[in-house]
């Protein structure tokens, strides 16, 4: 960690911020404080510099037009590709994730470069939209239990040799490649297509994530009964669906 408190930062919620993925940060924050840490967390708007000294970044999805617009920014700034480089924790959620890659086709239906801080290509869908509960199971290298979720989207995304699934789908469709896979990561950056938020859903994920940032192998435990039941109801309908 740069100082003594944990920096967190919210990357453009004016643009990127569907389904309530603004969540997840508020999981990550909530939960580094029941281990009492202190911790500042940064809002970054689109038209403010992303600072290069935090130590988890998260960013959320978005509709194609704002997603269009935060590659642009996010490309011209720098200051996430700068943070990475300096060893950053980053967790993104859809639109989020595909920025991450090297390539999306934008609402204009032009390639449009990402970042490439994640080995992967996203390309729109031929098929029907991706909308619904998931179920899958996350990379065991990793050592979390099955992740839940809410997806919607058209971008389908393929995996790069550097890239590691982030999970295997048991219901749902993730990636959207056929090949089950979903989600994406290497070691410091994350992608899902995951909504829910995914991290209230999945709090061992926020977990994982502060154990990076502070590099240690465990954290105390907190009550999780309140997420357990929201995950045990959210599991149920996926895999039982109406
Ligand atoms: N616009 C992207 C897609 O449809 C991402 C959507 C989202 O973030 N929900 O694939």
């Not at 569907?18 to 404080?33: F, I, P, S």
């Not at 999780?224 to 039982?240: F, K, S, V």
Request: glycine share 12%; charged share 25%; proline share 6%.
């Amino acid at each position: 960690m740069s100082d003594s408190s944990l920096r967190l930062v919210w990357v453009y919620p004016d643009l990127l911020s569907t389904y309530g993925d603004q969540g997840n940060v508020l999981v990550v924050e909530r939960r580094a404080r029941q281990r009492g840490l202190e911790v500042s967390r940064v809002d970054v708007r689109s038209d403010q510099p992303v600072p290069t000294s935090g130590d988890i970044y998260l960013i959320g999805g978005g509709e194609d037009r704002p997603q269009r617009l935060a590659a642009e920014r996010l490309r011209r700034d720098g200051g996430l590709s700068r943070a990475v480089a300096n060893g950053a924790i980053v967790f993104s959620v859809c639109a989020g994730y595909q920025i991450l890659g090297h390539e999306f086709v934008n609402d204009l239906g032009e390639k449009e470069p990402g970042l490439g801080l994640l080995d992967v290509v996203s390309t729109r869908g031929e098929a029907a939209r991706c909308v619904g509960d998931v179920l899958a199971d996350i990379d065991g290298r990793l050592n979390l239990p099955p992740l839940t979720g809410f997806e919607n989207h058209q971008g389908v995304t393929h995996l790069g040799p550097t890239a590691r699934p982030f999970a295997r789908v048991r219901f749902g469709n993730g990636n959207g490649t056929g090949d089950g896979t979903e989600g994406a990561y290497n070691d410091t950056v994350f992608g899902t297509y995951m909504h829910g938020p995914v991290l209230a859903r999945n709090p061992q994920i926020a977990d994982l994530l502060l154990k990076l940032a502070l590099d240690v192998n465990a954290l105390p435990p907190t009550d999780d009964r309140w997420y357990e039941a929201l995950r045990q109801e959210r599991i149920a309908a996926a895999t039982q669906p109406a």
